[in-house]
């Protein structure tokens, strides 16, 4: 069996650092990884106006900005297909056949959809299309054949669901899906990069971000404004690594080599938070060191992406080719899906000669 990738962003706004250690890096190492067959990196833009219907161009704007970052980061579109969502309309029919297998209360367990529609105060009016998006991502996923979604933790039980509704369709139809399975980030402090000011998440809405396209001066602002430890208030004090936002991102980001060049008194990141942990080392110290380390994986993304905005109509352009295969191969997926179901009712001779033997019989 081939081993093929799907993934992807909503394209509600530029990409940050979450993003980047969370998935997009590692697409750029699968990718070159020579280890799948096919990578399909998706644009959802149908998703992302769940909860955007009443401002289409918000995500109308941000097609270009995620597809900069994409490219930007190392995405090469002649080893991976990146398409938009809203351009295979195949997805929206598997959607609409999937919907007949899944309750409304198990849609309603769903952890990530629940945590959601909580984060954006839907708990009283639910658009549906929000409610069973994670019956559109199943679609996504199967209609690419996808083995393999490299995600966060937060998006494993999204990845259940659909890996019950492949179950449920195989089992009432005949074996026509494949089971996904999630390819979690391997460094552990990057399953979830907490914001800038120490929330849990980065997220875009609570404006704790640093995007890859930030200029080199709003990154070191946002650094060294960075959420550390609150005791932590004069330079002997004994500070707290865990729950300090900066050593989760030295943690993420940080290698030994960072060390000879930045910081060649401290051999590596152990020793780092041991002199932090005694007292001694002041947080204005840290946050230039995890500056100077953020700076250095920034630069070459900023740098790339200045060379693509030069040329936009070329980025659409790869853009729409790469939706014009992506509809082919979701158009062969549907047409499986049909067949399975016996609604191929005009592809399907057999039902045709056997329809007008008995009726031409009956006459």
């Keep these: 069996m081939n081993k093929i ?26 990718q070159n990884s020579g280890d799948y067959d096919k990578i399909y990196i998706m644009i959802a833009d149908a998703q992302a106006l769940t909860d955007n219907a009443d ?3 918000k995500v109308r704007q941000n097609i270009i900005e995620v597809a900069l970052d994409y490219l930007s980061c190392g995405i090469d579109p002649t080893k991976s ?27 309603q367990r769903n952890p990530t959809v629940k ?20 019956i559109s991502q199943a679609a996504d996923i199967t209609a690419f054949n996808a083995t393999t979604v490299p995600a966060g933790e937060d998006q494993e039980p999204m990845l259940e669901q659909a890996r019950e509704i492949v179950r449920r369709f195989n089992n009432a139809y005949g074996n026509t899906l494949i089971e996904p399975e999630i390819l979690l980030p391997e460094n552990s402090a990057c399953l ?13 809405s609570l404006g704790n971000c640093i995007y ?6 709003d990154v070191r602002k946002r650094v060294m404004a960075m959420y550390t430890d609150p005791e932590h208030l004069r330079l002997e004090d004994p500070g707290k690594v865990e729950g300090n936002t900066v050593f989760t991102y030295l943690e993420a980001f940080c290698r030994s080599e960072h060390f000879i060049a930045y910081l060649p008194e401290y051999a590596n990141l152990d020793e780092l938070k041991g002199h932090y ?28 992406r200045k060379e693509f905005e030069k040329n936009i109509p070329d980025v659409y352009r790869i853009l729409k080719e790469g939706s014009e295969i992506a509809r082919e191969v979701a158009a062969s997926t549907l047409s499986n899906v049909r067949k ?24």
Excluded: W
């Design 192 to 204: 979830r990069l907490p914001g800038t000011d120490g929330k849990a998440k980065m997220s875009k």
């Design 277 to 304: 942990r005694r007292g001694g080392l002041g947080d204005v110290k840290v946050k230039k060191f995890l500056n100077a380390v953020l700076q250095e994986e920034l630069t070459p993304i900023r740098a790339c």
């Design 340 to 363: 399975a179901m016996h609604i191929d009712y005009f592809e399907d001779n057999d039902l045709i000669q056997s329809q007008s033997f008995n009726y031409g019989k009956a006459r």
């Design 115 to 134: 945590s959601e529609i909580q984060m954006r105060k839907f708990e009283g009016s639910i658009p549906v299309g929000f409610f069973t998006y994670p």
């Design 81 to 107: 297909v990146i398409f938009i969502q809203s351009q295979v309309p195949q997805l929206c029919e598997l959607s609409f056949y999937y919907m007949n297998l899944v309750s409304v209360s198990r849609l």
């Design 212 to 217: 890859l396209s930030d200029s080199e001066e």
């Design 5 to 30: 990738i799907l993934t992807g962003d909503r394209p509600t706004g530029r990409l940050h650092l979450g993003h980047y250690v969370g998935s997009l890096k590692r697409r750029v190492e699968l």
């Design 55 to 57: 401002n289409p161009e």
